[in-house]
């Protein structure tokens, strides 16, 4: 298979890297950590090993080093399509270049032959209550899944280390191959008429998906799921989704189990469930106003927001500076083809306002949209408008990330996460004694 053979032929030169690094460098000092941010959650500490992706605060994500125009451009695509392949993307995370039209199809028909999901995961997702969220329904049906692990069966058959990321592979295909059809499966079960959604050989992981969904223009939705779930794959190791999948992974807890702890993490307001709340606000103002509002009245409705102690979602960031890239990407998207419409206009609209207040507010290090302030935008669109389904769409995509992470993580024999903890009262001492003279 092709990303294993691929993966083989480099990883002589990778360990051989890495060994360099932990046995003769390994007291070279990266960084200092501040009480700051020990008390603030490990904000920017150096402290985590990637190859697969990097934030620059300045500019934002680059896969693989490149940026996300670049990959738009360079991946190959499917005839008459607008957006890559996502098993291009795929090829691009796990190996490190960009792949052939064909090796781009390689990976797609590997995830064609992987894409069947056992009858009990849709009938334990049938028999959950029908009002359960469905991030819930998500992570159980992965968790689910666990027991078709290569990996934890492998393991307790007594694998070597040095084969760790062959059945971290295998694992790592099979599960971003059904994860779409599982997806599928819950918008059909909560919202539909319940179908069992079928993968399709002919057709792509976007396409499929837009044919799963049963969206009406598939044409348009292939290509947004297309970029959707290329913008969402990766934005490198410290956010809780990625973090969570690397930290339980750590334990050689196989794919499954670690990729369900990404989700859970991912179900979080303040990471992946900004998506819907996004759209939530942008609806509210729309309801408010009876369509896009004057730039005054959207002003006054965001600071009421601040003022009644919410955030504004789609809004801010950890480690970006700047406008999120793949917030541009996206509303480019919207603006080639619906520019009208009108919660992308209102979208544009609170790019313009929304920043200006949250600088007046003078509390959030980046005023500027991330990728959230727009997705919903681009779903709702195209009539996917369950907008509590907008964080299993995002966790379909970050799996592609996670998962290349999680290979060469066992690749590369990386050891099992245990940082080091203080007490209040060290860091106070530690600050008493920081202020005494030298
Ligand atoms: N609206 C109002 N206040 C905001 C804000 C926003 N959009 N963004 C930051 N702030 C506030 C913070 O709440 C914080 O206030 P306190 O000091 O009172 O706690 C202060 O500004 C400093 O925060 P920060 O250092 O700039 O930001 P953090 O690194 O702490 O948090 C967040 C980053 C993304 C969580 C934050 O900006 C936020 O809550 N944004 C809105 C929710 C959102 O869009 N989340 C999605 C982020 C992208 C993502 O991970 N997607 O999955």
Known sequence: ?????????????????????????????????????????????????????????????????????????????????????????????????????????????????????????????QAMPRETHPMTLFSQAILALQNGSEFFKKYHEGMKKDVYWEPALEDSLNLTAKLPVIAAFIYNLKYRDGKTPKWDAKLDYGANFAAMLGVADQKGYADLARLYFILHS???????????????????????????????????????????????????VHKQFGGVPS?????????????????????????????????????????????????????????????????????????????????GTLQYYYGVREFDFYTVLFGVGRALGVTANYVWARALGQPIERPKSLTTKMLEDAVAKAAQPA
């Open 1 to 125: 298979m092709i990303l294993h053979e691929k993966i083989s032929a480099q990883l002589p030169e990778w360990r051989e890297r890495v060994k360099s690094l932990a046995k003769e460098h390994a007291d070279v000092v990266i960084d200092e950590v501040t009480v700051g941010q020990v008390v603030g959650g490990m904000r920017d500490i150096k402290s985590l090993l990637t190859d697969v992706s990097f934030v620059d605060p300045a500019e934002g994500i680059r896969f693989r080093g490149m940026s996300i125009p670049e990959v738009l451009a360079a991946l190959p695509k499917p005839d008459g399509a607008d957006m890559p392949y996502v098993g291009g993307l795929y090829y691009l995370l796990i190996i490190g270049e960009v792949p052939s039209k064909e090796q781009a199809q390689a990976v797609e028909a590997e995830w064609a032959k992987r894409a069947e999901v056992p009858a009990y995961v849709f009938e334990m997702l």
């Open 295 to 375: 730039r005054d009245d959207l002003y006054k409705f965001a600071w009421d927001t601040l003022n009644g102690g919410k955030v504004i979602p789609g809004y801010g960031h950890a480690v970006l500076r700047v406008p999120d890239p793949r917030y541009t990407a996206q509303m480019n998207f919207a603006k080639q083809r619906f520019p009208q419409d009108d919660l992308v206009r209102l979208a544009d609209l609170v790019f313009d306002v929304v920043p200006q207040v949250l600088k007046e507010q003078g509390k959030a290090k980046n005023p500027a949209p991330n990728v959230d302030a727009i997705s």
């Open 234 to 284: 990766d934005h490198e190791s410290g956010n809780v989704s990625a973090h969570a999948m690397h930290l339980v992974g750590s334990a050689l807890s196989d794919a499954y189990y670690s990729f369900s702890a990404a989700m859970n993490g991912l179900a979080g307001p303040l990471h992946g469930l900004a998506n819907q709340e996004c759209l939530g606000w942008l609806l509210d």
